[in-house]
């Protein structure tokens, strides 16, 4: 698991939102099974997952973890490819209330998330003493989320 970032600074990175299907002209159905797999645990994007999966490593994967120990959840991956990035907590649970398909997520259990890894909305942008109290609320929950990882 990748270490916190126990000091967070006053610039914080942004992440930029992206939805974009994963090609099944360039990767096989399982290796884009895997890569979403892959993903829960993993701390790149959907697509640079996708390109370091190969043909054997997906076949072994699919052997391993669907055949070997049931997680069926992989090969529901099978059908729509759509990968959602950066999004809000809020925009993840609506996604996956509808049921509408399977997912997989960043698993928060298996990441460290960056200490600026949160959602600042634009309608700040005009106000400048709220967005600054809403980004140090969100910096001091992040560090409390360190302390905890910390002492665990």
Known sequence: MTQPKPDIGADRQVYPRRV???DAHDLTEEQ?????????RRPEAFDEIAEKVSQEKAADF???WVLGYGHSSVAEHAVVHLAVEN???LAVDSL????LASYTEKSSRYQVMPGDYYYVPRELDDHSDLKK???EACQA???GYFKLMMAA
């Open 32 to 40: 884009i099974a895997v890569a979403f797999a892959m993903t829960s």
């Open 133 to 135: 109290e809403y980004e």
């Open 20 to 22: 974009y299907p994963l």
């Open 96 to 99: 996956e209330d509808n049921g």
């Open 87 to 89: 999004v809000s907590r």
């Open 62 to 64: 699919h052997e391993r």
């Open 141 to 143: 929950l992040f560090q």
